[in-house]
T-cell receptor, first 113, second 114 residues
Framework: NAGVMQNPRHLVRRRGQEARLRCSPMKGHSHVYWYRQLPEEGLKFMVYLQKENIIDESGMPKERFSAEFPKEGPSILRIQQVVRGDSAAYFC???????????FGPGTRLTVL | GENVEQHPSTLSVQEGDSAVIKCTYSDSASNYFPWYKQELGKRPQLIIDIRSNVGEKKDQRIAVTLNKTAKHFSLHITETQPEDSAVYFCAASKRTGGYNKLIFGAGTRLAVHP
């Protein structure tokens, strides 16, 4: 059973560009969470999704950030018009139908120049 | 909102010694408390978790204790080894609407010296 997959692992964008981060949950997991980790800090919750539904986006900035988890394919975290402050590691985690234990992906390290 | 405080921020021990990391949480409704280990540049990995109906849980050299009254929980690592060196994060959550939103502490950087 493959673990949580994320791609790309590293992403470099210039200010004003768009960043798309992908997350494929573990097989059989229907819950996806996105977290952001700034350098030398802990992880901060951004958004929780189930298939085709955003359940809780209370941790996500109101502007420029969006997330989706379509019926087919990976979950996508999209950041429009990136700024330097968006530079961080973005982790997704998935959990099975009973949503307790969360398993993390390897993260996408976004650098905004 | 929910807040989790973690202490110490850095911890240095000699190989073979014990290490203790403490966390406090603010929301008394929290009922799930996992601990994650993160090595440099790697993903957080779950090492142990505890639910609010249990006061203590042990897995080989790792143990976690929970005091619901005081709203704090601790990670204990015995007989530390150099490969235990990493950043450790505690987290707390409560099941809300059928899911757990993890609130993390700021992390403890543990260094185990040979």
């Amino acid at each position: 059973n493959a673990g949580v997959m994320q791609n790309p692992r590293h992403l470099v964008r210039r200010r004003g560009q768009e960043a798309r981060l992908r997350c494929s949950p573990m097989k059989g997991h229907s819950h996806v969470y996105w977290y952001r980790q700034l350098p030398e800090e802990g992880l901060k919750f951004m958004v929780y999704l189930q298939k085709e539904n955003i359940i809780d986006e209370s941790g996500m900035p109101k502007e420029r950030f969006s997330a989706e988890f379509p019926k087919e394919g990976p979950s996508i975290l999209r950041i429009q018009q990136v700024v330097r402050g968006d530079s961080a590691a973005y982790f997704c985690a998935s959990s099975p139908t009973v949503p307790d234990t969360q398993y993390f992906g390897p993260g996408t390290r976004l650098t905004v120049l | 909102g929910e807040n989790v405080e973690q202490h110490p921020s850095t911890l240095s021990v000699q190989e073979g010694d014990s290490a203790v990391i403490k966390c406090t949480y603010s929301d008394s409704a929290s009922n799930y408390f996992p601990w994650y280990k993160q090595e440099l540049g790697k993903r957080p990995q779950l090492i142990i978790d505890i639910r609010s109906n249990v006061g203590e849980k042990k897995d080989q050299r790792i143990a976690v204790t929970l005091n619901k009254t005081a709203k704090h929980f601790s990670l204990h690592i015995t007989e530390t080894q150099p490969e235990d060196s990493a950043v450790y994060f505690c987290a707390a959550s409560k099941r809300t609407g059928g899911y757990n939103k993890l609130i993390f502490g700021a992390g403890t950087r543990l260094a185990v010296h040979p």
